[in-house]
């Protein structure tokens, strides 16, 4: 994986795989996870999914990580929430009840 290549397609708006919907599987399989009220769900290489939202509606917990920086701020932007900024495991991670996004390479 080239970071510079995913980088570079965030800044021009080239996210052709990003989905203006939940994804429709995740909708149909979700009961399959049996999950809890306020289990956690781990989303590597998020994007800005609107899947997050949803689970978060569900009553979820969300941990996501993200190469671009851009594509986190976009998410809480699209979402109206203003996220905490820190440092954890060494990254930066985005943070809001509920939802904790780490800016990073997942496969690192």
């Known amino acids: 994986m080239e970071p510079d290549f995913w980088h570079k397609r965030w ?3 080239q996210i052709g ?3 203006d919907e939940v994804n429709p599987l995740l909708l149909r399989h979700v009961d399959a ?3 809890t009220q306020a289990a956690r769900v781990f989303l590597p290489l998020c994007g ?3 899947d997050i939202p949803w689970l978060l509606q569900c009553g979820w917990h969300v941990v996501a990580i993200e190469l671009s920086e851009t594509a986190v701020k976009e998410l809480y932007e699209e979402m109206g929430v203003e996220p905490q ?3 954890e495991q060494g990254m930066p ?4 009840p509920g ?3 780490y800016v990073g390479d997942f496969f690192d």
Do not use: E, P
């Not at 991670?93 to 809001?96: G, H, Q, T």
């Open 11 to 13: 800044q021009a708006k």
């Open 93 to 96: 991670c985005y943070s809001a």
């Open 17 to 19: 795989w990003h989905q």
């Open 48 to 50: 800005k999914t609107l």
């Open 99 to 101: 939802l904790r996004v």
């Open 33 to 35: 996870l049996g999950l």
């Open 85 to 87: 900024l820190g440092i």
